[in-house]
Each structure stands twice: as structure tokens, then as C-alpha cells.
């Protein structure tokens, strides 16, 4: 689930960003959207260009998508969840604190290595931080694929009820897994994220019947 890249930080950066960090209070992100959310590259705001965070941005040499500094208070964990897209990780302060790999029973110590790290989210995942500090990540989308779909059906998937997070709870404990493989495989395009409450997408019609069987009843899956 979580691959070492040839990509690094020197640890003097990494100490340097540590004493620079925004007044934030669990997630902020550096940068803002080109375009697609998921599709189209983001640039950094304009408060952190030339600064020790457009440094280290630069250290993943291609696009890329949401880069956000994430914050896990010692002794939290987050609930296990996969996503559509998958990450890259870089620990910028961390002790004894822990990636989970869920479905697999693994887990995949933090340290602040100055490598980046290329984490497969459509796995069943989590983060514990079993230490006394703060455990800090930068964490950065990678962009989905713009699959070129041969017999396309555009869909949206809504929720029958209104839960609100709950609902992005179950949709990503089942859906997203679905999704983040079905990506790579070249069987959807054109995801987007509307609300809480409802995604639309573009997908191979022979795949239809298979991605509705990894939606969860409190969905429904209309086709237009």
C-alpha cells in the first residue's frame, strides 16, 4: 500500500517548513485547482510561492493535484476509509505514529525520512498517532486518468437519504474502493464530486452492472 519514490526532501528543508508552518488546526491546503478538482494540475497560492513549501512542492518533478499539510493529535486515529485517488505522503513530523493498511492487517511506520512515499488509497485505510506530538504530513493527490471510454454511460449515484457525512463514510468504505481500481483500468472518466449526497461520473457500459454491485442500498444509481 505505501511504496518508497526515488523523489526526497533534504531534512534541513523539512525542519525549516517545520518552523513555518500555517496556524492551521488539522488540514490546509497550499494550493488551488487549474481546472477539474481531480483531473487538471493546481498551482501554489500565492502566499507560498518562493517559499520552503513551493520548494518542496517542486520535489515531485509533475502535476499534480490537492496539496494539503494534515495534522493527527497524539493519541487520534482516523476512521478507515479508501479513496478514488491515490496519494503521495511526505512526513514532515511524526513518532510513533502509523499508516494502516486495513484490508491487510499491516501497519507502516511514519518517520520523517524525507522521502516521498506513494500510498495506493483504494486499499482500506487509516492513520494512528500513538505518540505525544503531533504527527504532520503533506499529503498530495495525484490526478485521476482521463480514460477515453469506448461505450460511455453517464451516471450519478444520490443518496436516498440525507445523512451527510455518514454517507461519504459508507460511499468511500465500498464505492471508492471500486473506483480508485476502475480508474486504473481505464473504466471511468469524468468523476465529480457534487456533495455529500451525490458523485457523478462517465463509465464503460460492460462495467455498470459491476459498479453497481459495490454501491451500498442507501444509494441509488440513476443513468442519463
Not at 507560498?48 to 493535484?65: A, D, H, Q, R, Y
Not at 494534515?70 to 503521495?88: M, W
Not at 454517507?167 to 464505492?175: C, E, L, S
Amino acid at each position: 500500500m505505501l511504496l518508497k519514490t526515488q523523489f526526497t526532501v533534504p531534512k534541513e528543508i523539512i525542519n525549516i517548513a517545520l518552523n513555518n508552518l500555517p496556524n492551521i488546526n488539522g488540514k490546509f491546503t497550499l494550493n488551488r485547482p487549474l481546472g477539474d478538482f481531480f483531473y487538471d494540475p493546481w498551482e501554489i497560492k500565492e502566499n507560498f510561492k518562493n517559499t520552503v513549501w513551493e520548494t518542496i512542492l517542486n520535489s515531485l518533478p509533475f502535476s499534480f493535484g490537492e496539496a494539503r499539510i494534515i495534522i493527527l493529535n497524539s493519541k487520534t486515529a482516523y476512521v478507515a476509509h479508501s479513496d478514488i485517488d491515490d496519494r503521495y505522503h511526505l512526513n514532515i513530523q511524526g513518532e510513533n505514529s502509523f499508516l494502516l493498511d486495513v484490508d491487510n492487517c499491516i501497519m507502516h511506520k511514519t518517520e520523517c525520512d524525507g522521502i516521498w512515499y506513494e500510498m495506493n488509497a483504494g486499499k482500506l485505510h487509516s492513520a494512528v498517532n500513538l505518540s505525544g506530538m503531533e504527527r504532520i504530513q503533506l499529503v498530495v493527490r495525484k490526478l485521476l486518468n482521463r480514460n477515453n471510454l469506448i461505450d460511455p454511460q453517464h451516471i450519478k449515484v444520490i443518496a436516498l437519504k440525507s445523512l451527510d457525512e455518514n454517507n461519504r463514510y459508507i460511499f468511500d468504505q465500498i464505492t471508492s474502493k471500486w473506483l480508485n481500481q476502475a480508474n486504473k483500468e481505464g473504466k471511468i472518466n469524468n468523476f465529480k464530486y457534487i456533495n455529500e449526497n451525490e458523485v457523478t461520473l462517465n463509465i464503460e457500459k460492460d462495467s455498470l452492472q459491476e459498479f453497481k454491485n459495490n454501491v451500498p442500498s442507501i444509494f441509488e444509481v440513476i443513468e442519463s
